[in-house]
Each structure stands twice: as structure tokens, then as C-alpha cells.
């Protein structure tokens, strides 16, 4: 009876925004996995302007050029970098969530070492791939 | 098992190895796709157009963009079951959802066969 009036009872949620900015600190494998999330849902949307650009560079050589020139504008470039960091982070994220869920490392610092892997990777394909496009 | 809801996923494992095995597949097109831009010749509209007038080009492409579509749409639909809870709203965002992810995959086909 006592267990269960105390499970009922209603207990103070400490979730707010302050917390979630600035005071609840997250892993580094909770940061792999939230940084998952974010470019996967930034690649959704991402994928009309990606197809855009694939349809006009196909269409015609002038239209090839109009896209080679487009991809040249500073704004553009930074787009482009930001959806390349998550096809990459994603990419490599992906590879460490199907190592766990076939039961590899599992263990603490393999875990935290994994993570780290995954975000020094995805930055450094990132420059690798930033720096071939331009 | 009580409190199965219309806009759930299907409590069943079809979607989570479906989301894994197109993974694989699309990780595959892109070490191909990366290796053929990085190592091939610079590319310019011909070598552009070359490249994707291939069958196999073609093809490896399009079940590509068939596994983005089918990832995309797991992958989206689990971030809708995260955070919104109305069952109207996110019912109406997974149509949404589930248009635009078909309505990529046509314009691809259109792309890839114009």
C-alpha cells in the first residue's frame, strides 16, 4: 500500500528550459545520438533542395553551369557544409548505433571512446569533403 | 499490448530491421558514389551526365532513393511519435510526412528517367 500511494503520488518535475539549456549535461553518447536525430530530421527536409539541385544539373549543360555557380555563393557553400556534416555524422552514428544493437561495445570506456570516434568523424569527413568541393 | 494507437508504429520488429538494412544499402551507394566522384575524372556536365546516363548508375541510384524514401519515413515517424502527442496533429503530420518522402522518390524517378 505505502509503495503504491508513493508511486502514485505526483513528484516535481525538474524540466525546464534553463535545465535542458544550460544545467542537465548530456553524455557524449547522448550527444551522438541527439545529433543523430537533428541532421536526420535536417536531411528530411533538406532533400527538396538536394533533389532541386540534382534535376537542374542533369537538365542541361547551361543549367549545369547555373548550379556550379549557384553552389559558389557563400550562403550556398555553408548550406551545403551543414547537410554534408550530417550526412556524415548521421553516416558514421549509424554505424556505431548497429555495432550496439549487435551487442559491441558495450562497456563504458569503449562506449565513450566509440562516441568520440563518431564525432571526430563526422567533423573530419566534413573538412574532407568541404575542402575536395572547393 | 493494451494500448495499441492507430498512429503507433506496427509493434512489430519489420520497421527497426527494415530501417537497419536500408542503412546498409545506402552506406554501400555512398563509399561507390564517393569512390567514383574522389577518384574518377573532374567533373564537369558531360562526365555529370555520363555518370547517371549508366543503367547501373541508374538503377543502384534509384534503390538508393527507395531506401532514403523507407528510412526517412521510419526514421521521421519515430521523431513524430517522440514529440507530439495529439493523436489528430500527428496523424495529420505523418500523411504529410508520407506524401512528401513519395513525392521525393517520384521526382527522383523523373530525375534519373527524363
Redesign the interface.
Known amino acids: 500500500m505505502m509503495s503504491l500511494a508513493a508511486a502514485n503520488k505526483k513528484r516535481p518535475k525538474y524540466l525546464n528550459l534553463t535545465a535542458l539549456l544550460f544545467e542537465i549535461r548530456l553524455p557524449l553518447a547522448g550527444w551522438v545520438s541527439i545529433l543523430h ?1 537533428i541532421s ?2 535536417l ?2 527536409v533538406a ?2 533542395w538536394l ?1 532541386f539541385m ?2 537542374r ?3 542541361s ?1 547551361r543549367e ?2 547555373f548550379v556550379r555557380h549557384y553552389l559558389g555563393l557563400v550562403p550556398v557553400k555553408l548550406a551545403l557544409l551543414v547537410l554534408i556534416w550530417a ?1 556524415c555524422h548521421h ?1 558514421c552514428a ?2 556505431r548505433f ?1 555495432l550496439l ?1 549487435t551487442q559491441r561495445g558495450w562497456d563504458k570506456p569503449t562506449a565513450r571512446l566509440t562516441s568520440i570516434i563518431v564525432l571526430v568523424a563526422g567533423l573530419a569527413l566534413t573538412a574532407l569533403f568541404g575542402a ?1 568541393l572547393w | 499490448m493494451v494500448s495499441r494507437i492507430v498512429v503507433g508504429a506496427h509493434y512489430g520488429w519489420r520497421d527497426w530491421l527494415a530501417q ?1 538494412v536500408t ?2 544499402i545506402m ?1 554501400a551507394y ?1 563509399v561507390i558514389l564517393a569512390a567514383v566522384l ?1 577518384l574518377g575524372a573532374p567533373i ?2 558531360g562526365v ?2 555520363d555518370l ?1 546516363a549508366q543503367g547501373w548508375m541508374r538503377v543502384a541510384t534509384l534503390l538508393f532513393a527507395v531506401s ?1 524514401a523507407w528510412h ?1 519515413w521510419i ?2 515517424r519515430d ?1 513524430l511519435m517522440d514529440y507530439v502527442k495529439p493523436v489528430a496533429l500527428r496523424l495529420a503530420l505523418q500523411v504529410f ?1 508520407i506524401l ?1 518522402v513519395a513525392g ?1 522518390l517520384g ?2 524517378v ?2 534519373l528517367w ?1
Request: proline share 0%; no cysteine.
Open positions: 536525430r536526420g530530421a536531411m528530411f532533400t527538396l533533389l540534382l534535376d544539373s542533369l537538365a549543360a549545369f553551369e550526412y553516416f549509424g554505424i548497429l544493437e575536395k | 537497419r542503412a546498409v552506406a555512398t574522389l564537369n556536365y555529370w551526365r547517371f532514403v526517412m526514421g521521421v521523431i510526412v512528401t521525393y521526382w527522383t523523373q530525375i527524363r
